[in-house]
């Protein structure tokens, strides 16, 4: 069974930095791309950034510049280290798996965790 292990939230002042870390346990055949989304209260999930497995990363408008996505060789790990946070990143932060094969010939499947909390305050 293929879950998505996240780790690496808590709270930071604003101007801090937190690296989240999301792990693939179990065996998969293949992933098309990996990334983070989050959600705060009231709000609707958003893309903050996402990183495929040829390596090309994609993210949005308002962490560019601030936020990494970086993955490991062996694919099934991704980072996202998270510098010159703002309280409005405050938020839910959930690891997605997109495009899963478990095996060679099984359907695509989209995978999440469970989210890390993520909280931005003097």
């Known amino acids: 069974q293929v879950q998505l292990v996240e780790s690496g939230g808590g709270l930071v002042q604003p101007g801090g930095s937190l690296k989240l870390s999301c792990v693939v346990s179990?065996?998969?055949?293949?992933?098309?791309?990996m990334g983070w989304y989050r959600q705060a209260p009231g709000k609707q999930r958003e893309l903050v950034a996402a990183i495929t497995f040829g390596g090309i990363t994609n993210y949005a408008d308002s962490v560019k510049g601030r936020f990494t996505i970086s993955r490991d060789g062996a694919w099934g790990t991704v980072y996202m280290q998270m510098n010159s946070l703002k309280p409005e990143d405050t938020a839910l932060y959930y690891c997605n798996a997109d495009g899963l094969r478990q095996l060679r010939y099984t359907p695509e499947l989209t995978y999440w965790g469970q989210g890390t909390q993520v909280t931005v305050s003097s």
């Open positions: 179990g065996r998969f055949f293949s992933i098309k791309t």
